[in-house]
DNA sequence: CAATAGAGCGCT
DNA sequence: AAAGCGCTCTATTG
């Protein structure tokens, strides 16, 4: 029997599940409504598609337009005041649906099954539908946005329209009807999300065999697991203390004012502190109207910089350069991280806690080099605990009664990584010997004994460190260490005869990506690849960035693999009540229930750095902190 | 009005 | 001529 290709009554409901039931996987696409529509764990469900071998059909369920019956302009110019007015759309009404009780109730036994679930972003999906069904489903599971991101990660839109219209040359939502189901008439609404469902289907089946074909099946299974440890984060959020924020934002609001009046005050004028052709102009503009500075650093346009780098030499001597850089921190920390989440009516920022819960999403595909990004809110930018602002704002995260926040992170992972590719040489043996690896560098370096490192000398070596890491030339160590550049060339010249095996590992890695055809690409320890094609490109700097990039990908990549790995093993060893709250790179933060505050923490620690992880050749170590609030980790 | 670019800045 | 991100604000462009 055919699928039906709009499901209304029970009777079809009943043939549309008989048909995907037959199929070992099947692809699915939720539309979703309400004032959360972007949130899985509250938005609502209007339209679920499947599709599978040979069929599609698509399941509405409370959508609240019919056929669109007057006009299709979306707004028209008021006579008085010449303003543009949007006018609503008059629609018939919808035709009678199922309810979301009935469809869930029915797809029951095809998403808790061993079929493979497949979605384009499919924590969205899997948490948007894990509400109906009161549990998440359970794997296998497929995603074709991992797929595609496997395979080719520099690719800049892995959303499900640029897969399609690069793949099929196929555009079908011109007028956004995804954005907002509810403002489109029904058979719109029926045929996009139709196309949804089938074009996931269509993608994940033509990804899925390249994912093999590449050598990327290890990988891909651990992002896999990894999405499954995804899934109870993204439906529980993140618990936030409301009141502290609020308590923040007047605390914030109070001194911005005062700190605003003091800029004014000190350049003799009122000018907006946001604008950057005005802050030049108060800045680098003649005296009196401006402050006369001579400008230290250009943007990449070549325009006078004003950012905190370039005012630095002015600091402590000129009285509007200090004002603004005091304004500046907290008008930050005030628009992003406060007003950002509690929003704010005046400016229009909507709020983003809900029900006392943010819900950062983060994304597994969201980086080149394998990491996590996260957006809604980016959580992983928070600001250190190392001031009294940025404790204030790590600490809005609340454990709820009864329950102990641990937080443990990997320490100098992508050292010991380096150390681990590199195979031997002093940093490798520092480690073994339980040295700080900063002081150990610095002891090489400078040929001085360990207990002599003093905290100059430490922070060369630290600089030296992550200029290997990262590529950075003399000048930028020079500019880190707070070193001249003479001298910032010279130490780099002599890590390079006391490390050689470093430089080696570098030379290495290099000409074996070279190799590779037809992109040149790096294999992570776990497998994961990132190509860069610009290792071949006849400009020099193009040549040179890509050949920093390689090297950071590697490890920066080898860092996400592992962390990565943690998550998954956290996922399938954690006791009841723990809760993964979010992942900072190197770190994981959880809840755990207080009176097994311990075991939890152990856990914790075993997932991330036990034996089963010891995968370097240099030991992998955790420190897990049990804390009520997250700045005491720090 | 909406989208985009540029500058700037928070983090690992 | 330092890798990888996301957010906010202003100014400009469509």
């Known amino acids: ?320 350069v200090d004002r603004l850089l005091e304004y500046q921190e907290l008008s930050k920390i005030l628009s992003t991280y406060v007003e950002g989440y509690l929003g704010n009516e005046e400016s229009g920022k909507a709020s983003r806690i809900y029900n006392g819960r943010i819900y950062p999403t983060f994304a597994q595909y969201g980086t080149v080099t394998g990491r996590f990004s996260s957006y809604d809110p980016n959580i992983q930018n928070w600001p250190r605990s190392d001031s009294d602002i940025g404790k204030a704002i790590r600490d809005i995260i609340e454990p709820p009664p009864g329950f102990a926040l641990l937080v443990a992170d990997y320490a100098q992972i992508e050292l010991r990584i380096l150390a681990h590719f590199a195979k031997e040489g002093a940093l490798w043996q520092g480690f073994w010997d339980g040295l700080d690896a900063h002081v150990a560098t610095a002891s090489t370096i400078f040929g001085i004994a360990p207990e002599d490192v003093d905290r100059a000398a430490r922070q060369i070596a630290k600089g030296m460190a992550y200029a290997i890491l990262y590529g950075a030339g003399a000048q930028k160590l020079a500019d880190m260490a707070h070193i001249s550049l003479p001298k910032a060339s010279h130490f780099m010249r002599v890590h390079e005869r006391a490390f050689p095996e470093i430089y080696a590992y570098k030379d290495d890695l290099l000409r074996t990506a070279r190799r590779r055809r037809p992109v040149p690409y790096i294999k992570t320890l776990l497998g994961r690849h990132r190509r860069l094609p610009d290792l071949r490109s006849h400009a020099e700097g193009l040549r040179k960035r890509a050949e920093r990039q390689l090297v950071n990908s590697h490890i920066q990549g080898t860092n996400a693999d592992i962390t990565k790995l943690a998550m998954t093993r956290f996922d399938r060893t954690r006791l009841d009540g723990m809760q993964m709250l979010l992942t900072v790179h190197d770190e994981i933060a959880v809840l755990c229930p207080q009176e097994i505050a311990q075991e939890g923490a152990a856990v914790l620690y075993d997932a991330m750095a036990g034996p089963e992880m010891q995968l370097l050749s240099v030991p992998l170590t955790t420190d897990v902190k049990i804390v009520n609030r997250w700045s005491e980790a720090k």
């Open 1 to 320: 029997m055919p699928i039906p290709k709009v499901v209304t009554t029970r009777r079809q409901l009943k043939e549309a599940i008989a048909f995907i039931g037959d199929r070992e996987e099947f692809a699915f696409d939720v539309e979703t409504s309400g004032e959360h529509r972007g949130v899985p764990a509250l938005n609502r469900v209007t339209w679920i598609s499947l599709a599978s071998r040979g069929g599609t059909t698509v399941i509405p369920m409370g959508h609240p337009n019919g056929y669109q019956t007057i006009s299709k302009a979306t707004r028209r110019k008021d006579r008085a005041t010449g303003k543009f007015i949007p006018v609503p759309a008059v629609f018939s009404p919808p035709p009678d649906q199922l309810t979301p009780a009935e469809v869930f109730q029915e797809l029951q036994p095809l998403f808790f099954s061993g079929r493979t679930k497949i979605a384009h972003n499919a924590v969205f999906d899997l948490v948007s539908v894990a509400k109906y069904f009161g549990q998440i489903p359970p794997p296998p599971y497929g995603d074709s946005i991992v797929a595609a991101w496997l395979i080719d990660e520099n690719r800049p839109a892995l959303g499900l329209k640029p897969l399609v219209e690069a793949r099929y040359g196929l555009r079908y939502d011109q007028e956004g009807v995804g954005k907002r189901v509810e403002a489109h008439p029904f058979g719109t609404v029926a045929d996009y999300a139709w196309m949804d469902a089938w074009t996931t289907w269509l993608l994940y089946t033509h990804l899925r065999p390249q994912i093999t074909a590449a050598g990327l099946d290890g990988v891909w299974s651990l992002e896999m697991d990894v999405l499954e440890a995804l899934l109870p984060m993204r439906a529980a959020g993140a618990p936030v203390d409301v009141a502290a924020l609020e308590r923040l934002r007047d605390d914030l609001r109070t001194r911005i004012v005062g700190a605003e009046a003091e800029v004014y005050r000190a350049a003799g004028r009122v000018f907006n502190l946001a604008s950057n052709p005005q802050r030049q102009q108060v800045l680098y503009g003649p005296r009196p109207a401006g402050q006369g500075l001579k400008p230290k650093k250009t943007t990449k346009t070549g325009a006078a910089s004003t950012d905190a780098q370039a005012l630095s030499t002015y600091q402590g001597k000129n009285a509007v």
